[in-house]
């Protein structure tokens, strides 16, 4: 038999009026009990009692239903479930992986870690997020990691729901792109001194940065005028760590722009297949760090306006790369990735440009086509 428990309070034998008990203000108040499928009575507290009553009728309906869970199995922490969900994450590399762990230690176990998985409540989760500190996409990529976790344990049938799901989150302003001209490109690498080469790669190629640090002698074909993108590196820790392209696509070609030609030309020239193209200008493989504080002083002295940063030389070679006339595909192809959809999503404002194009294009055609009908001599021969 199903019931409801009022833990706060009881009925009195002698007066019959409700008292308060020795566990009145701690704690849940509502506990709701009720008989499983092998026999037991298992329980759960809630903060109302109409949280509890429905959760009795969600257990009537799974138990009519076959789709009935142990709660004791949902009984473990969130933390001790974290910790498992987190061994289970091989496929994130290695600077991804400290990102998550990041989250989970910074973050979910100051609030969840004591917390078991049975009772995270919806309205709890919202109180958290809207608690939550930082930027709106600092706030989601939290959020979305409990989000993780506890679908994970939905799956494992631990947990009837997530409740982390549907909560409402703060709106992110997605970030203008800073587009270069070919003219303010130009008096950013007048500005570069020992990093021209550098920067020039990365504004005209579209390549990560940890891509280019990776790119080895043997990756560079200036005959086709094409480089093969097959790792990439990156810090995590202060370690260096080397893997896949971020994709994990495997490897993509780049084309090479003539003045990025002529600059590998003369860095490649006696060195060994297995040597890096790209180095500082001490010889030192390149970093996040030490590039980012030579090009923002370079960007400084350039004396353009505004701001910008590294990546922004990405977004250079694809407004560069669609002014040319590049297609969808081809700009995929050439950053890297996994889908076009990706593509058109991050760079909607310079395909709707293009788009004007085929427009200004198409409208030209059909005035042509409407001349050339009504020239005399395209009219039908009355003889035929």
């Given amino acids: 038999m199903a019931s409801v428990e009022d833990r706060w309070t009881r009925v009195d034998?002698?007066?019959?009026?409700?008292v308060r008990?020795?566990?009145?203000?701690?704690?849940?108040?509502?506990?709701?009990?009720w008989a499983a499928p092998d026999g037991r009575y298992p329980t759960r507290s809630f903060a109302t009692k109409s949280a509890a009553q429905a959760h009795l009728e969600h257990v009537g309906v799974a138990k009519r239903t076959g789709e009935y869970l142990d709660t004791d199995r949902g009984r473990v922490t969130v933390g001790e479930y974290a910790a498992s969900w987190l061994d289970a994450q091989g496929h994130l590399k290695?600077?991804?992986?400290?990102?998550?762990?990041?989250?989970?230690?910074?973050?979910?176990?100051?609030?969840?870690?004591?917390v078991q998985l049975i009772d995270v409540e919806h309205e709890m989760v919202q109180a958290w997020v809207s608690a939550l500190p930082g930027r709106p996409g600092g706030v989601r990529r939290i959020h979305g990691v409990l989000v993780s976790i506890l679908d994970a344990a939905v799956k494992a049938r631990r947990i009837p729901r997530n409740e982390a799901?549907?909560?409402?989150?703060?709106?992110?302003?997605?970030?203008e792109h800073r587009y270069l001209s070919v003219p303010e490109l130009d008096a950013l690498l007048?500005?570069?001194?020992?990093?021209?080469?550098v920067v020039r790669a990365l504004a005209l190629t579209g390549m990560r940065v940890g891509e280019l640090a990776e790119l080895r002698v043997r990756d560079v074909d200036l005959r086709r005028r094409r480089a093969t993108v097959t790792r990439s590196t990156t810090t995590v820790g202060g370690r260096r760590v080397t893997g896949?392209?971020?994709t994990?696509?495997?490897?993509?070609?780049?084309?090479?722009?003539?003045?990025?030609?002529?600059?590998?030309?003369?860095?490649?020239?006696g060195r060994h297949r297995d040597d890096l193209v790209y180095t500082t200008p001490h010889g030192a493989q390149l970093r996040r760090d030490n590039l980012r504080r030579a090009f923002l002083a370079a960007f400084a002295r350039s004396g353009l306006e505004g701001t910008m940063t590294v990546h922004d030389l990405r977004h250079t070679a694809a407004s560069l790369a669609v002014a040319s006339g590049a297609s969808v595909l081809a700009v995929q192809r050439m950053l890297g990735h996994a889908t076009?959809?990706?593509?058109?999503?991050?760079?909607?404002?310079?395909?709707?440009?293009?788009?004007?194009h085929v427009l200004d294009r198409m409208r030209a055609l059909i005035a042509e086509r409407r001349a050339a009908a009504q020239r005399p001599d395209s009219a039908p021969d009355e003889a035929a």
């Fill in 13 to 18: 034998p002698d007066t019959g009026k409700r």
């Fill in 21 to 33: 008990t020795e566990r009145y203000g701690r704690g849940l108040r509502w506990r709701a009990r």
């Fill in 94 to 114: 290695p600077s991804g992986r400290a990102r998550v762990e990041g989250i989970v230690d910074g973050h979910l176990r100051p609030r969840w870690g004591t």
């Fill in 165 to 175: 799901r549907g909560v409402n989150l703060p709106r992110t302003v997605k970030r």
């Fill in 190 to 197: 007048a500005r570069c001194d020992a990093w021209t080469a």
């Fill in 244 to 246: 896949t392209t971020k």
């Fill in 248 to 269: 994990d696509a495997g490897s993509r070609t780049v084309p090479l722009a003539d003045e990025v030609v002529d600059d590998m030309r003369a860095l490649v020239k």
């Fill in 340 to 356: 076009p959809a990706i593509t058109l999503n991050v760079y909607a404002d310079l395909f709707d440009q293009d788009l004007d």
